[in-house]
């Protein structure tokens, strides 16, 4: 009963940057983890970068010194900013949060997903 609502997403030139956003509505009680996941035509799904509760982060090698990730737990809210994009980074990106749930269960929760597009 968890919606996430994933922005942001559109073509931009190699170089350039995107911030996409996320938002977790409906019965949302605790966000453990938010994070981002990419999927390329062809391609298996992938982490991109996380962020725990405690605002620890994980970053996927291939953007680490390059992206951001942020959380604004008030709005159950997740943020990726990338910057120096490259067109390996072309990919629909998929927002995803880890829920608590009743009898200390934990579910995840996926968004529809926003395309990001480099061009070269």
């Known amino acids: 009963q968890v919606q996430l609502v994933e922005s942001g997403g559109g073509l931009v030139q190699a170089g350039g940057f995107l911030r996409l956003s996320c938002a977790a509505s409906?019965?949302?009680?605790?966000?453990?983890?938010m994070g981002w996941y990419r999927q390329a035509p062809g391609k298996q799904r992938e982490l991109v970068a996380a962020?725990?509760?405690?605002?620890?982060?994980t970053y996927a090698d291939s953007v680490k010194g390059r992206s951001t990730i942020s959380r604004d737990s008030a709005k159950n809210a997740v943020y990726l900013q990338m910057n120096s994009l490259k067109p390996e980074d072309t990919a629909v990106y998929y927002c995803?949060?880890?829920?608590?749930?009743?009898?200390?269960?934990?579910?995840?929760?996926w968004g529809q997903g926003t395309q990001v597009t480099v061009s070269s």
């Open positions: 409906g019965s949302v009680f605790a966000i453990n983890t």
């Open positions: 962020i725990t509760s405690d605002e620890t982060t």
């Open positions: 995803n949060a880890e829920v608590a749930a009743a009898w200390g269960r934990k579910r995840d929760y």
